[in-house]
């Protein structure tokens, strides 16, 4: 069995000493320093590229992170892509804003996070344009929900048939509640859209310090792999977030036990080549 290349499509990385983070004031577990030298897969070399995603920086300061992300990567040339925030709805920054960063060497993508807003939010006039924007520009657009939001995501994604879109940890069910059924129809009906992938991450999270096990796990990753295929499933560790539920290292020990029995193809398809194509990332290959 030969050795996977291995993208973790999503790592985040954060320094309340360059930039404010309003959010970790209730992470007190997460209130510091976390960096490429930080995150063990990469310095033990089980990971062959990371994906950045854009840490929820203080409004204003979305520009400067992707800046500070691209000093990361002449450091560690394996941070391989950004997802940048983009405020899409302020129409007088929006495109600028747009134009600037995917003209950005490692730029591969745009999220605004859904999650924690009203019902509606992602269906504005306002909003819906600018993800329709993303797609002008090149770039996919990260969905950011929580499952009680796959309508929204279902109906936003229908709106605007141009934009490619990245459904982050399988659209957070919720585990811990045992709530699989409403979830695994619904996003049934999002994989029904070609241009919708899946990230199998961020699940340890959603889960319940006794459901942080393979077993437990399964459904929710098999049904994401029975609507989406698994040539549209991405693997991400969610780090260090990942680290209020177990760990990057422990997601990845969960993972590789659900997949052992998946074809070949499909486990480095999960692995890597997927997150590799989609995002058309520079990943080294095995000699």
Same mark, same amino acid.
């Given at each position: 069995m030969t050795r996977p290349r291995v993208v973790d499509a999503h790592v985040h990385f954060w320094d309340p000493g360059r930039l404010d983070y309003p959010w970790l004031a209730e992470t007190p577990a997460l209130q510091r320093a976390f960096g490429p030298k930080d995150f063990v897969p990469l310095e033990q070399g089980t990971v062959d590229a990371v994906l950045f995603v854009e840490a929820?920086?203080?409004?204003?300061?979305?520009?400067?992170?992707?800046?500070?992300?691209?000093?990361?990567?002449?450091?560690?040339?394996?941070?391989?892509?950004?997802?940048?925030?983009?405020?899409?709805l302020d129409e007088s920054s929006r495109n600028w804003a747009l134009a600037h960063i995917s003209g950005l060497p490692h730029v591969v993508g745009v999220r605004h996070n859904i999650q924690h807003h009203r019902t509606g939010f992602a269906l504005q006039p306002v909003f819906v344009r600018g993800v329709q924007e993303v797609a002008?520009?090149?770039?996919?657009?990260?969905?950011?929900?929580?499952?009680?939001?796959?309508?929204?995501?279902?109906?936003?994604?229908?709106?605007?048939?141009?934009t490619r879109f990245v459904l982050d940890h399988c659209g957070k069910p919720a585990i811990r509640h045992d709530a699989f059924e409403r979830w695994a129809e619904r996003l049934a009906v999002l994989a029904l859209h070609d241009r919708v992938v899946c990230k199998i991450s961020g699940l340890l999270t959603e889960a319940r310090a006794d459901q942080r096990d393979a077993e437990s796990l399964r459904p929710y990753v098999e049904q994401a792999r029975a609507c989406f295929g698994a040539s549209r499933l991405l693997y991400g560790s969610d780090w260090p977030? %990942?680290? !209020? *539920?177990?760990? +990057?290292? $422990?997601?990845?020990?969960?993972?590789?036990?659900?997949?052992?029995?998946?074809?070949?193809?499909?486990?480095? %398809?999960? !692995? *890597?080549?997927? +997150?590799? $194509?989609?995002?058309?990332?520079?990943?080294?290959?095995?000699?």
């Open positions: 929820n920086v203080a409004p204003g300061q979305s520009l400067r992170e992707v800046q500070w992300v691209e000093e990361l990567v002449e450091a560690e040339p394996r941070i391989a892509g950004i997802v940048a925030f983009v405020d899409l002008e520009h090149g770039l996919p657009f990260e969905l950011c929900i929580t499952a009680d939001q796959l309508p929204e995501a279902i109906a936003l994604v229908e709106r605007c048939p141009e977030v %990942a680290r !209020l *539920g177990g760990g +990057a290292e $422990r997601w990845r020990t969960i993972v590789d036990e659900l997949t052992a029995q998946w074809p070949e193809s499909e486990r480095h %398809a999960l !692995l *890597g080549e997927n +997150a590799a $194509r989609f995002y058309d990332l520079e990943v080294p290959v095995h000699g």
